[in-house]
């Protein structure tokens, strides 16, 4: 009985609809089950649960679209995507530096956003108050005060361990740890344009095929210009072996990136779309699986776009929070 409970519990925990039924049905057997003591079937369908059931449990809000019919644009191909729009990528922060659009970044809670490492650069500058964040974004030229929170940087925190290759005359070799967290001046307010962004839970999974997006700003064109208005790609993720073939990335893909893309090319982020998530649903959640950090140019054949491995780079991201935070629980996912 005591088992059935938190069994019941755990399956009741999670807010996803479509699996929603299934696993009330389930749990709600579970006690039928009991009631004819038919302790085989209890097991099996025990087991089933907590096999399942953990990767659906939230503790927190998180990675849900407000607008339900936000819907993909057909004008507009960029690098292979689409034109978005409004409040479809509700956890998709605008980065600027010195008022100008740089990067892209992934709300996590109401005063933490993540971005790449590298956007910090000899190029740009370590200093917070270069640097202004737009949550609800979507024409970037345009202020829509109905959508936008802006907001400054308070601090920003690097990845001890990051390293550019790049910076060391090595030129075919993907950062390592790119990731950097940035606080927010004021907390963000959470409506239909603005929500965070699950972060992967350990044993999270993100197989390779699996489809996933990514959204930014960046250039539609190696070499080529930025869009105006927020578009998005699907991509599908890569194995690290397929990554690391001679006629990819030839073994330079470490533990701290992963790919996604396609090997016919012809779809990927690009330039300044850095730091935006790669982001995968899971459970009805949306989840950051990865931040845009690098790639040989953009979009060619079997050379993928290349991410910060965010499943074994969010105990670093969630330690520097709680620390900040003084273990205040502030992160869902
Ligand atoms: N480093 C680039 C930036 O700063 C992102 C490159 C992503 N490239 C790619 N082919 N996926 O915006």
């Not at 699950?198 to 999270?204: E, F, K």
């Not at 250039?219 to 690290?240: A, Y």
């Amino acid at each position: 009985m005591f088992v059935n409970v938190i069994v019941t519990t755990s399956c009741r925990e999670r807010t996803l609809r479509k699996k929603e039924r299934i696993w009330f049905s389930l749990s709600e057997n579970i006690v039928d089950i009991e009631r004819q003591t038919k302790p085989k079937m209890l097991v099996g369908a025990l087991l089933i649960c907590l096999s399942v059931i953990p990767s659906c449990v939230f503790p927190q809000e998180c990675g849900l679209r407000k607008i339900r019919n936000a819907s993909g644009g057909r004008v507009k191909r960029i690098v292979g995507g689409t034109q978005s729009s409004q409040g479809k990528w509700p956890w998709q922060a605008a980065l600027f530096f010195k008022g100008r659009h740089y990067c892209s970044g992934a709300v996590i809670s109401s005063t933490w956003i993540l971005t790449a490492a590298h956007c910090f650069s000899p190029f740009t500058s370590h200093k917070p108050t270069d640097w202004t964040s737009v949550l609800g974004d979507h024409h970037l030229k345009e202020r829509d005060e109905r959508f936008e929170q802006r907001r400054k940087i308070l601090n920003i925190t690097i990845h001890e361990n990051y390293k550019s290759m790049w910076f060391e005359g090595i030129y075919d070799t993907p950062p390592m740890n790119d990731v950097a967290i940035l606080k927010v001046h004021k907390q963000l307010v959470f409506n239909n344009y603005v929500q965070p962004l699950c972060l992967p839970r350990p044993g999270d999974v993100f197989a390779p095929n699996e489809e996933c997006y990514v959204a930014g700003w960046g250039h539609t064109q190696w070499n080529g210009t930025q869009p105006d208005i927020l578009r998005e790609s699907k991509v599908r993720i890569v194995s690290r072996e397929v990554c690391n073939q001679e006629k990819s990335y030839n073994g330079t893909i470490h533990g701290t990136a992963m790919c996604a893309g396609f090997p016919q090319g012809g779809i990927d982020a690009c330039e300044y779309d850095s730091g935006g998530p790669l982001v995968c649903k899971k459970c009805g959640r949306h989840y950051a699986a990865g931040l845009v950090s690098w790639g040989e140019k953009c979009a060619l054949p079997n050379k993928y776009g290349v991410y910060a491995n965010l499943t074994v780079l969010t105990p670093w991201i969630t330690g520097k929070i709680s620390t900040s935070e003084q273990g205040n629980g502030v992160l869902r996912g």
